[in-house]
């Protein structure tokens, strides 16, 4: 099977967020950065489904040239190669664009099975995945748990409010990877060297244009001052009185 | 006047509250809200929808089982039909899963768990976290109909008392992506991003047997759902739903009670848009008291009990 894990590099999720003198984008000075949380997901299920059924799988990522970087380690943890399409216009580029340009790479790739992070944790957009299978004409599960794969259809399931979704789909797919469907591997030693000699390839898009204006970036209002009501048991009636008296929510 | 198109979701007929929302919130823009029912017993949700502000209500029947694909087709046909201006729905799972693809149908950016939406000149402007909300971006769309969900618990609802024309709508039966089954919470259990209060439990309950304490706490409150940070969820001592935070569910009660929960910036990043933030913690240093509103300096296993207690005390007197 041709499957494709799709990726994005992101801040690392303790960096602190610092608005630039334009008052409407981030001041990236001091991040560092990594591959997204659920798309190490992605990638696992990418390498798992290979191992249970054959195939290839390619890492996938529209990004600036440093994201190579991160291509390299999913890589590492046992993919085929990579592609990574670098985007000049990459702190700009909205989720349909995105959807775009990752659905014309993988329709030119002949994927038939693509992973993706259920949500980057930059934007949080929650989008990128079923856009593009949606571009493609694809079926797509979205937050997904426990997945299962045999003769050209799939069973899946995914989290919602009111419990556990069973769902039935058919290939081609893109699935969008939740917690607790795996758990992703570390690259060993040997994954890391034999990274460097697989093909990693930097491609060039054709521009989708963005739809997305920012008119400015604020941080959250600080909250109001707290205070400490007491120490141990003896301070709960303390507690009770200002949750029903002061901030009325009881 | 601009016409606002709203998925709204249903239990049995009765609808979502979080659906409740964003109606209110596409109304409180000025716009006429058309909103969009699917499955068993979507006309009787169409009765509440007008009361809560829809004009009218298009009723999507015939399907068996959901297909959010098939849905996604259905929705967007309506929408080009009324030519609306607007898609909204509510950011819960369903919502998030269903409005990626209405947009891309429309050819339209999508803006994820808005937390403000309004109207400007014949479009909207929303306000939506970035980086699990440690910074708030204010953006348009050029796009050709603004697609948004809406943050559960950010938008108030509201009762208009009006009643919809209702409408049906053969849905498409040909998904590739079927719904066959739910496997529902036990006992009714309600989800952390949706409840109005929340109690949070932390690394300082020692271990999975210390979160009866929170799980007694929720019970005596009523309402309210038990989250978790990330850390007792990589334990496994609580399950990836419940964890509130950057890789888990950010979530905006009107109450937050973070027990033995130091704070890391990735937890504060899941609740600190909260109404009131409270703090159990024995750590006096800990960076939870600089965000909570009240704090106890304490041993949860003291604190908590005894919390639990007076709650009861004064629910019983209420």
Same mark, same amino acid.
């Given at each position: 099977?041709?499957?494709?894990?799709?990726?994005?590099?992101?801040?690392?999720?303790?960096?602190?967020?610092?608005?630039?003198?334009?008052?409407?984008?981030?001041?990236?000075?001091?991040?560092?950065?990594?591959?997204?949380?659920?798309?190490?997901?992605?990638?696992?299920?990418?390498?798992?489904?290979?191992?249970?059924?054959?195939?290839?799988?390619?890492?996938?990522?529209?990004?600036?040239?440093?994201?190579?970087?991160?291509?390299?380690?999913?890589?590492?943890?046992?993919?085929?190669?990579?592609?990574?399409?670098?985007?000049?216009?990459?702190?700009?580029?909205?989720?349909?664009?995105?959807?775009?340009?990752?659905?014309?790479?993988?329709?030119?790739?002949?994927?038939?099975?693509?992973?993706?992070?259920?949500?980057?944790?930059?934007?949080?957009?929650?989008?990128?995945?079923?856009?593009?299978?949606?571009?493609?004409?694809?079926?797509?599960?979205?937050?997904?748990?426990?997945?299962?794969?045999?003769?050209?259809?799939?069973?899946?399931?995914?989290?919602?409010?009111?419990?556990?979704?069973?769902?039935?789909?058919?290939?081609?797919?893109?699935?969008?990877?939740?917690?607790?469907?795996?758990?992703?591997?570390?690259?060993?030693?040997?994954?890391?060297?034999?990274?460097?000699?697989?093909?990693?390839?930097?491609?060039?898009?054709?521009?989708?244009?963005?739809?997305?204006?920012?008119?400015?970036?604020?941080?959250?209002?600080?909250?109001?001052?707290?205070?400490?009501?007491?120490?141990?048991?003896?301070?709960?009636?303390?507690?009770?009185?200002?949750?029903?008296?002061?901030?009325?929510?009881? | 006047?601009?016409?606002?198109?709203?998925?709204?979701?249903?239990?049995?007929?009765?609808?979502?509250?979080?659906?409740?929302?964003?109606?209110?919130?596409?109304?409180?823009?000025?716009?006429? $809200?058309?909103?969009?029912?699917?499955?068993? +017993?979507?006309?009787? !949700? %169409?009765? =509440?929808? @007008?009361?809560?502000? &829809?004009? #009218?209500?298009?009723?999507?029947?015939?399907?068996?089982?959901?297909?959010?694909?098939?849905?996604?087709?259905?929705?967007?046909? $309506?929408?080009?039909?009324?030519?609306?201006? +607007?898609?909204?729905? !509510? %950011?819960? =799972?369903? @919502?998030?899963?269903? &409005?990626? #693809?209405?947009?891309?149908?429309?050819?339209?950016?999508?803006?994820?768990?808005?937390?403000?939406?309004?109207?400007?000149?014949?479009?909207?402007?929303?306000?939506?976290?970035?980086?699990?909300?440690? !910074?708030?971006?204010?953006?348009?769309?050029?796009?050709?109909?603004?697609?948004?969900?809406?943050?559960?618990?950010?938008?108030?609802?509201?009762?208009?008392?009006?009643?919809?024309?209702?409408?049906?709508?053969?849905?498409?039966?040909?998904?590739?992506?079927?719904?066959?089954?739910?496997?529902?919470?036990?006992?009714?259990?309600?989800?952390?991003?949706?409840?109005?209060?929340?109690v949070s439990g932390g690394?300082g309950l020692?271990?999975?047997?210390?979160?009866?304490i929170i799980?007694?706490l929720?019970?005596?409150?009523?309402?309210?759902?038990?989250?978790?940070?990330?850390?007792?969820?990589?334990?496994?001592?609580?399950?990836?739903?419940?964890?509130?935070?950057?890789?888990?569910?950010?979530?905006?009660?009107?109450?937050?009670i973070a027990v033995g929960i130091?704070?890391?910036?990735?937890?504060?990043?899941?609740?600190?848009?909260?109404?009131?933030?409270?703090?159990i913690n024995?750590?006096?240093?800990?960076?939870?008291?600089?965000?909570?509103?009240?704090?106890?300096?304490?041993?949860a296993?003291?604190?908590v009990?005894?919390?639990?207690?007076?709650?009861?005390?004064?629910?019983?007197?209420?």
């Open positions: 099977m041709n499957i494709v894990a799709c990726i994005k590099r992101v801040p690392t999720t303790d960096a602190q967020a610092k608005v630039n003198a334009d008052g409407k984008s981030l001041d990236t000075s001091g991040f560092q950065y990594m591959t997204s949380f659920y798309d190490e997901i992605a990638v696992e299920e990418a390498i798992k489904t290979k191992e249970a059924h054959g195939g290839e799988v390619t890492v996938l990522t529209v990004g600036p040239t440093e994201g190579t970087k991160e291509v390299r380690e999913c890589i590492a943890k046992g993919a085929d190669g990579g592609v990574i399409l670098t985007d000049p216009d990459w702190g700009q580029r909205d989720n349909l664009s995105t959807a775009k340009v990752l659905a014309a790479r993988l329709s030119e790739m002949g994927a038939e099975l693509a992973f993706f992070g259920k949500v980057a944790t930059d934007r949080d957009n929650n989008a990128v995945g079923a856009m593009t299978a949606t571009k493609l004409g694809w079926a797509c599960v979205t937050d997904v748990i426990e997945l299962s794969l045999a003769d050209g259809r799939g069973t899946a399931k995914r989290e919602s409010e009111s419990g556990v979704e069973s769902v039935e789909f058919s290939l081609p797919a893109i699935i969008t990877c939740d917690k607790g469907l795996n758990e992703p591997r570390y690259a060993g030693l040997k994954g890391i060297m034999a990274a460097k000699k697989k093909p990693l390839e930097e491609a060039q898009f054709e521009n989708v244009p963005n739809q997305i204006e920012v008119e400015s970036l604020e941080l959250p209002a600080p909250r109001k001052e707290g205070r400490i009501v007491g120490e141990g048991p003896e301070a709960v009636a303390a507690l009770i009185d200002a949750l029903r008296n002061e901030a009325k929510v009881l | 006047m601009s016409t606002i198109l709203v998925f709204a979701e249903h239990g049995a007929g009765t609808v979502r509250r979080a659906s409740l929302e964003c109606i209110a919130a596409a109304k409180a823009t000025g716009s006429d $809200v058309v909103a969009i029912v699917t499955g068993q +017993g979507a006309t009787d !949700a %169409a009765e =509440s929808l @007008g009361n809560h502000g &829809a004009s #009218r209500v298009v009723c999507l029947t015939g399907a068996d089982q959901y297909s959010p694909d098939a849905t996604g087709v259905d929705i967007a046909a $309506v929408a080009c039909d009324l030519g609306v201006r +607007g898609f909204l729905a !509510a %950011a819960t =799972s369903t @919502g998030k899963d269903l &409005a990626p #693809r209405v947009a891309m149908h429309l050819d339209s950016v999508l803006f994820s768990d808005c937390t403000g939406l309004e109207a400007a000149g014949d479009s909207f402007k929303i306000s939506r976290p970035w980086l699990a909300g440690k !910074a708030i971006a204010n953006c348009t769309s050029t796009g050709p109909v603004f697609c948004a969900t809406t943050r559960l618990n950010s938008f108030a609802t509201n009762e208009v008392g009006g009643t919809a024309e209702v409408s049906e709508r053969p849905a498409s039966t040909d998904g590739k992506v079927i719904v066959t089954g739910i496997t529902a919470k036990e006992g009714g259990k309600l989800d952390v991003a949706e409840a109005p209060i929340v690394r020692k271990e999975p047997e210390g979160f009866k799980e007694d929720a019970e005596a409150l009523g309402n309210t759902a038990v989250g978790a940070s990330r850390a007792v969820v990589d334990a496994g001592w609580r399950p990836h739903s419940e964890q509130v935070g950057q890789t888990g569910k950010v979530v905006s009660p009107g109450l937050y130091s704070g890391a910036i990735q937890h504060i990043a899941g609740m600190k848009t909260s109404g009131v933030i409270v703090a024995k750590d006096p240093d800990a960076p939870i008291f600089k965000l909570a509103d009240y704090g106890i300096v304490g041993d296993f003291e604190v009990p005894a919390l639990t207690a007076a709650v009861k005390e004064l629910m019983a007197t209420a």
